[in-house]
């Protein structure tokens, strides 16, 4: 038994008090640290399911009719992301396609891309061309959409004939990969510039472009995260560089339109050495 | 020895402790630190860093306890020195416990 007795200063106690409160400190630090990391598995179990749902509303990899074929990819920068794409085969045999990139990135994002897809379901059967899909999403979604948000598209119909028309809102052009070793291989669609959607919905959206397409064609829409993928120099691939990703890819086959996406996605991946820091969407729509 | 009384916040005081999570009984280098630091400053052969449960107080970090107690570092609550303080809710200065603390605190579990 220890039986020195001892005295204790008033600095002493104070020490002792300071001690105290510095481990109180630690165990409250600790219980915050385990309430954020609880939090954080919360949120992290919701974005993967929310990256369930989101890969669930994306169409099949590959879907054909009278004279198509279309493909996609489809790669968010986070676990959900505001790229939206979506194709609706139509009973005349024609095809709707919608490409869209909703500004910001994450979760609100991805709720907003989740409502055009509803919009773009009820419109695609009956609209006249992709002008009206463009305008009755904007109309819908416009007058709910918050401070700042906004999302450029393009809309794209193809007839079984080949003919297609397009229309764009603020979107980068779709390009036109032409079939074996017609030159130039490739070339960005001129459409006249319109206003992204959600931003006054009371926008009419004019059809601007009609192609009539030979089978072996094909019109790639897409996303930026394609053209701003960076390399190890800071250089931007920009649409020059994708449409040559896009002619070597062509050249290389024959490859099953789904296997096409990929390569042309794996070498936009290869150019991002440091990774793509967008979410990507990319179409193919073939005329064969 | 007396046994400390029950403090008045005694049920929200217990409801913290356990949403704490520290009455667990692993090594915590962290804490162990402290009370071996402690022990060397105030030159004391024993330091230990107490939690008060509704039965028992547990040492959730402990310096120089004999090797018996320290492979439970838990003592029934009625014997425990620190059941004073938390009734009291402020520092406690005990030159002797044997001698000092008389009735009140002779037959602690720390007089070891």
């Known amino acids: 038994m220890d039986v020195k007795p001892r005295q204790i200063t008033p600095r002493e106690q104070g020490l002792l008090k300071m001690v105290a409160d510095g481990l109180m400190s630690e165990v409250r630090l600790r219980e915050s640290s385990r309430d954020v990391i609880h939090r954080t598995r919360i949120i992290e179990q919701d974005l993967a399911h929310a990256r369930s749902v989101q890969r669930f509303l994306l169409p099949p990899a590959a879907r054909s009719g009278p004279g198509f074929i279309v493909t996609h990819a489809y790669h968010p920068f986070d676990a959900i992301g505001g790229d939206f794409l979506d194709v609706f085969l139509r009973d005349d045999g024609s095809v709707v396609v919608l490409v869209a990139d909703v500004s910001g990135h994450g979760a609100s994002a991805a709720l907003t891309s989740a409502m055009i897809k509803t919009v773009f379901l009820r419109a695609a059967a009956s609209i006249n061309g992709p002008a009206e899909l463009l305008t009755a999403v904007n109309r819908e979604l416009a007058p709910g959409a918050g401070d700042g948000r906004f999302a450029t598209a393009v809309g794209i119909v193809m007839h079984a004939d080949g003919t297609a028309q397009l229309a764009a809102a603020g979107h980068p052009p779709p390009i036109l990969l032409r079939k074996g070793h017609q030159k130039p291989c490739s070339s960005p669609l001129t459409i006249t510039p319109q206003l992204p959607l959600l931003i006054d919905d009371g926008s009419e959206y004019m059809s601007d472009l009609t192609l009539k397409m030979s089978p072996g064609e094909r019109i790639i829409a897409y996303t930026d995260g394609a053209i701003e993928a960076i390399n190890e120099e800071g250089k931007f691939l920009e649409i020059s560089g994708l449409q040559e990703i896009l002619c070597r890819r062509a050249d290389s086959e024959p490859h099953p339109p789904e296997r096409f996406v990929r390569d042309v996605v794996h070498d936009l991946r290869q150019y991002a050495s440091r990774g793509l820091h967008d979410d990507l969407a990319l179409v193919c729509l073939q005329h064969v | ?112």
């Open chain 2, 1 to 112: 020895m007396l046994t400390a009384q029950i403090p008045a916040n005694e049920n929200e005081r217990l409801a913290e402790l356990d949403r704490l999570e520290l009455m667990i009984a692993q090594p915590d280098v962290a804490f162990d630190r402290v009370t071996a630091e402690l022990a060397h400053v105030f030159d004391v052969p024993v330091s230990m860093m107490s939690l008060i449960g509704r039965e028992t107080c547990f040492y959730k970090s402990a310096f120089g306890l004999p090797e018996e107690l320290d492979a439970t570092r838990t003592v029934p609550r009625g014997i425990s020195m620190c059941g004073h303080v938390v009734h009291s809710g402020q520092m406690m200065v005990v030159p002797a416990a044997d001698e000092v603390g008389g009735a009140v605190l002779r037959g602690n579990a720390a007089d070891i």
